[in-house]
């Protein structure tokens, strides 16, 4: 297997930098992307290929963590292009026919959903690739792995590739160069334990960086992966304060939105900073997802 460059793209999503990466990595019959960004950023992710010589139509396949609207968007339109759209086997069918996946994300989204996130478009099932779980597959001479990784989202991968992982959002969230790092945890699929057993796998593989989408390649990995499980470790403590109480929603979203506010104070990031890791991670998407867990999996199991 021969080694090969990745190329940071930045989707400059909402007009902001370092909130939404694409991955690039060429090959001899053209590149390949890892994660594609949504939509509303096709079009900067055609200018960021310009730059560096390619076009839309160059893009022979696309690597995606998992199908959320921010990741996966605008796979249709690539797959429109030739690309093959590589899809853990539980997300490719709504890749295939978003509708649900689509209503879903305009109940929560509303009239925002296409300033947000553009155009979805489906994937022919032509186009559709189903990597198997922990079997490297190759692409000319380039060889991944995808390792089954749920937690965040039910249909989520991570790659190895060389000595690199693309951790999608079982990563966390971390923008560069920072060593701040917050779990995204939107329903309906976070669950807490499952994502234990995510970075356990992470662990069991060998690689020195990591590359999470929202956002930027990190030389630390091994310290990347402890960030992981003290965050699992401390989001569990605080559900196991708070929730004991039954805040209503409202009431939850504020709680937590405080604690990250909090952490963000203790962490010294800059307000710009912050204000990146609050579109890459709206902290009241995470309560949802955090009560959302707590009533289907705490409560329904003690009772």
């Known amino acids: 297997m021969s080694g090969a460059e990745v190329i940071l793209l930045d989707l400059n999503f909402l007009g902001r930098s370092r909130a939404i990466a694409s991955y690039l990595i060429r090959h001899s019959d053209g590149a390949i992307l890892v994660e594609c960004g949504p939509g509303s950023t096709l079009h900067t992710l055609e200018q960021r ?59 929560i989204y509303g009239d925002q959903m296409q300033t947000l996130w ?57 923008i560069f160069p920072h060593r701040y790092l917050r779990l995204p945890m939107p329903p309906p699929e976070f669950h807490l334990e499952k994502w ?19 956002f930027g390649i990190f030389d630390d990995a091994e310290w990347h992966l402890q960030a992981l499980e003290e965050n699992l470790n401390a989001v569990e403590q605080w559900l196991e304060r708070v929730m004991p109480s039954d805040p209503p929603l409202e009431s939850l ?37 955090l009560l959302r867990y707590w009533k289907k999996y705490r409560i329904s199991s003690s009772s």
Not at 259 to 274: D, F, I, K, P, Y
């Open 196 to 214: 234990r057993q995510s970075v356990a796998r992470l662990r069991s593989v060998s690689f020195r960086r990591i590359a999470p989408t929202h």
């Open 49 to 107: 290929l310009t730059e560096r010589g390619l076009g839309l139509k160059h893009v022979t396949h696309v690597l995606l963590t998992h199908i959320h609207l921010d990741h996966a968007g605008a796979a249709g339109a690539l797959a429109r292009y030739g690309a093959k759209i590589y899809v853990h086997p539980v997300g490719a069918p709504h890749m295939i026919n978003p509708e649900k996946l689509l209503a879903s994300a305009a109940r």
């Open 118 to 174: 553009g155009e979805f478009l489906p994937v022919p099932p032509e186009q559709i690739v189903i990597p198997e779980d922990g079997k490297a597959f190759t692409i000319g001479n380039l060889e991944f792995l995808p390792l089954n990784t749920p937690g965040h989202a039910e249909h989520h991968f991570a790659y190895l590739f060389q000595d690199l992982c693309f951790s999608g959002d079982i990563g966390g969230v971390r």
């Open 253 to 289: 979203r504020k709680l937590f939105t405080d604690w990250m506010t909090e952490q963000e104070r203790l962490s010294g990031l800059s307000a710009e900073t912050v204000a990146t890791y609050q579109i890459a991670n709206p902290p009241g998407m995470s309560a949802d997802g």
